[in-house]
Antibody, heavy 122, light 107 residues
Framework: DVQLVESGGGLIQPGRSLRLSCTASGFIFGDYAVNWFRQTPGRGLEWVGFIRNKGYAGTTEYAASVKGRFTISRDDSKSIAYLQMNSLKTEDTAVYYC?????????????WGQGTLVTVSS | DIQMTQSPSSLSASVGDRVTITCRASQFISSYLNWYEQRPGKAPKLLIYAASTSHSGVPPRFSGSGSGTDFTLTISSLQSEDFATYYCQQSYSTPWTFGQGTKVEIK
């Protein structure tokens, strides 16, 4: 079965850094793009960014709200993707999800992890 | 950015009812439209992709239609486990964007 498991969330002070991990199993991780999304009651579901598979040079794209502060990377040998979050702001508080995405064709996002809560507060 | 607008924002329905949710994109997105179901405290689950193709394991009562800018999700006969929030999402161009959600509640 396809599984994605996020970890690394928690309470963090504004301005600090945090790294989330997304551990995949049940499929060939390197064949897929990985997205990070976040969700809050006020802003709904929001795309954070993604990393494409190595066939597309592992290129990354980010939402304007996190560009320059967040970095997505991947280690296909371990089937793990990372979201490095620097200079965190209170508005980054959310549940963060990683997802698998087809990197061609209909680009469907077909599986999500269970989410991990990040709370940015002093 | 492509704006996705769903309607209604919420609805009340009974088991067995036919339910229709609409989603409109602010610009042409061909058939790059996905539908998700989310239950409280859980992650979204894919129901429909490419506007009208059912994801593996999704019950046949769920169907999708549309192309261009206007799309519809239909639940032909609402079941108790279908009371949840439904989202549309475009995968035409980044940033991927979602509708605000439609909460389906028990009448």
């Amino acid at each position: 079965d396809v599984q994605l498991v996020e970890s690394g969330g928690g309470l963090i002070q504004p301005g600090r850094s945090l790294r989330l991990s997304c551990t995949a199993s049940g499929f060939i991780f390197g064949d897929y793009a990985v997205n990070w999304f976040r969700q809050t009651p006020g802003r709904g579901l929001e795309w954070v960014g993604f990393i494409r598979n190595k066939g597309y040079a592992g290129t990354t794209e980010y939402a304007a709200s996190v560009k320059g502060r967040f970095t997505i990377s991947r280690d296909d040998s371990k089937s793990i993707a990372y979201l490095q979050m620097n200079s965190l702001k209170t508005e980054d508080t959310a549940v963060y999800y990683c997802t698998r995405q087809l990197d061609y064709g209909d680009y469907r996002i077909d599986y999500w992890g269970q989410g991990t809560l990040v709370t940015v507060s002093s | 950015d492509i704006q996705m607008t769903q309607s209604p924002s919420s609805l009340s329905a009974s088991v067995g009812d036919r339910v229709t949710i609409t989603c409109r994109a602010s610009q042409f997105i061909s058939s790059y439209l996905n539908w998700y179901e989310q239950r409280p405290g859980k992650a979204p689950k894919l129901l429909i992709y490419a506007a009208s193709t059912s994801h593996s394991g999704v019950p046949p009562r769920f169907s999708g239609s549309g192309s261009g800018t206007d799309f519809t999700l239909t639940i032909s006969s609402l079941q108790s486990e279908d009371f949840a929030t439904y989202y549309c999402q475009q995968s035409y161009s980044t940033p991927w964007t979602f509708g605000q959600g439609t909460k389906v509640e028990i009448k």
